[in-house]
């Protein structure tokens, strides 16, 4: 009889594109477990089954408990986790994707460490959500300011739009219930957006934390990804939303826009974005195995999976026998 832990974990190859799968899936007061590939949701309603390679966040809100069994699968079809609070508006945790390639974390690395390389990425960001402008030669300062003047102008915009009577952004943190509906439904679009930036974000293998706008955070890059589709996407649909009226304005929010974001292709959107703002030359992501060197000297990299000892081959070998990086790693426990 097998057993889960002897299952051996999916190739990349295997897994579903970040770009078919849901963008999120928002379970609370319920059990969570495992049945196969697919995870299990019950409560006194009955069990629901939702295949775990075609979920991009789940959210875990009040009252649900969930197995090891079920993080198991969910860690091994690259979903990522997040602990949210009532309605999905409050980030508590998140259990972070698995990931194979360090290309595109490299990349941003390297764009994050320079300050000149990290102002060109903010303004590229700009550039993205605001294509009529250039910023190009503006300071930190200057795109703060255009940036809070666009939004500005898109809440006015869409409150006319809808007719929704707009008296400004106002929000307690840690109390959804204080603010009116059109500000609920903005802070559960925007919940909705960080985690499904930081699906994306987790899926390429890139820093949560590194970011080129937000800073000082363990989400900054998060915050900047989702950002990114504020005033095009959350904005609108929150108003939306908020239009036809205020009952249950949590969850509303949480279905207008994942249908959204799905009809829009977010996801592939997101991944092109991201790619384009930390590498815009290109970066190889290798997706047929894992791929693991060795730095040397002057940047030059050798094999892993081999022994770089004294007592070595001239060819930088053991001297028992060569095996594949694949297994020996595998064999050392350090993929599994």
Request: hydrophobic share 40%; aromatic share 6%.
């Given at each position: 009889m097998t057993t889960i832990s002897r299952r051996p974990a999916s190739s990349p190859r295997q897994l579903?594109?970040?770009?078919?799968?849901?963008?999120?899936?928002?379970?609370e007061r319920c059990v969570?477990?495992?049945?196969?590939?697919?995870?299990?949701?019950?409560?006194?309603?009955?069990?629901?089954?939702?295949?775990?390679?075609?979920?991009?966040?789940?959210?875990?809100?009040?009252?649900?408990?969930?197995?090891?069994q079920a993080m198991a699968v969910l860690g091994e079809s690259g979903a990522v986790v997040v602990w949210v609070g009532e309605n999905g508006v409050r980030f508590y945790a998140g259990g972070r994707a698995l990931s194979r390639s360090s290309a595109l974390v490299e990349a941003q690395a390297v764009a994050w460490a320079n300050q000149r390389a990290r102002l060109e990425v903010a303004r590229a960001m700009y550039r993205l959500r605001f294509p009529d402008e250039d910023p190009a030669g503006c300071t930190r300062r200057q795109l703060l300011g255009r940036e809070?003047?666009?939004?500005?102008?898109?809440?006015?915009?869409?409150?006319?739009?809808?007719?929704?009577?707009?008296r400004g952004r106002r929000f307690t943190p840690g109390d959804f219930n204080s603010a009116d509906a059109p500000n609920q439904a903005i802070t559960a679009a925007a919940q909705c957006m960080y985690g499904i930036a930081q699906t994306v974000i987790a899926a390429l293998g890139c820093s949560p934390g590194l970011g080129f706008v937000h800073s000082g955070h363990e989400l900054s890059f998060v915050l900047d990804v989702a950002d990114l589709y504020k005033t095009d996407i959350g904005i609108p649909v929150a108003f939306e939303v908020a239009a036809e009226g205020p009952e249950d304005i949590g969850s509303r929010t949480r279905r207008a826009l994942r249908d959204r974001i799905n009809s829009a292709g977010l996801l592939d959107r997101c991944v092109r974005d991201i790619q384009a703002l930390l590498a815009p030359a290109g970066v190889d992501l290798p997706d047929d195995g894992d791929k693991v060197i060795l730095l040397s000297d002057r940047g030059s990299e050798v094999a892993a999976g081999r022994n770089y000892g004294d007592h070595a081959d001239s060819q930088g070998g053991t001297l028992a026998q060569e095996i594949s990086t694949q297994d020996a790693l595998t064999q050392a426990g350090v993929i599994w």
């Amino acid at each position: 009889m097998t057993t889960i832990s002897r299952r051996p974990a999916s190739s990349p190859r295997q897994l579903t594109r970040v770009g078919d799968r849901l963008s999120f899936v928002y379970l609370e007061r319920c059990v969570v477990h495992r049945d196969a590939n697919a995870i299990t949701a019950e409560d006194a309603e009955g069990v629901r089954h939702i295949p775990s390679a075609t979920i991009g966040t789940l959210l875990l809100g009040p009252g649900t408990r969930i197995t090891h069994q079920a993080m198991a699968v969910l860690g091994e079809s690259g979903a990522v986790v997040v602990w949210v609070g009532e309605n999905g508006v409050r980030f508590y945790a998140g259990g972070r994707a698995l990931s194979r390639s360090s290309a595109l974390v490299e990349a941003q690395a390297v764009a994050w460490a320079n300050q000149r390389a990290r102002l060109e990425v903010a303004r590229a960001m700009y550039r993205l959500r605001f294509p009529d402008e250039d910023p190009a030669g503006c300071t930190r300062r200057q795109l703060l300011g255009r940036e809070g003047d666009r939004v500005k102008r898109c809440y006015a915009e869409q409150a006319a739009r809808t007719g929704v009577t707009w008296r400004g952004r106002r929000f307690t943190p840690g109390d959804f219930n204080s603010a009116d509906a059109p500000n609920q439904a903005i802070t559960a679009a925007a919940q909705c957006m960080y985690g499904i930036a930081q699906t994306v974000i987790a899926a390429l293998g890139c820093s949560p934390g590194l970011g080129f706008v937000h800073s000082g955070h363990e989400l900054s890059f998060v915050l900047d990804v989702a950002d990114l589709y504020k005033t095009d996407i959350g904005i609108p649909v929150a108003f939306e939303v908020a239009a036809e009226g205020p009952e249950d304005i949590g969850s509303r929010t949480r279905r207008a826009l994942r249908d959204r974001i799905n009809s829009a292709g977010l996801l592939d959107r997101c991944v092109r974005d991201i790619q384009a703002l930390l590498a815009p030359a290109g970066v190889d992501l290798p997706d047929d195995g894992d791929k693991v060197i060795l730095l040397s000297d002057r940047g030059s990299e050798v094999a892993a999976g081999r022994n770089y000892g004294d007592h070595a081959d001239s060819q930088g070998g053991t001297l028992a026998q060569e095996i594949s990086t694949q297994d020996a790693l595998t064999q050392a426990g350090v993929i599994w």
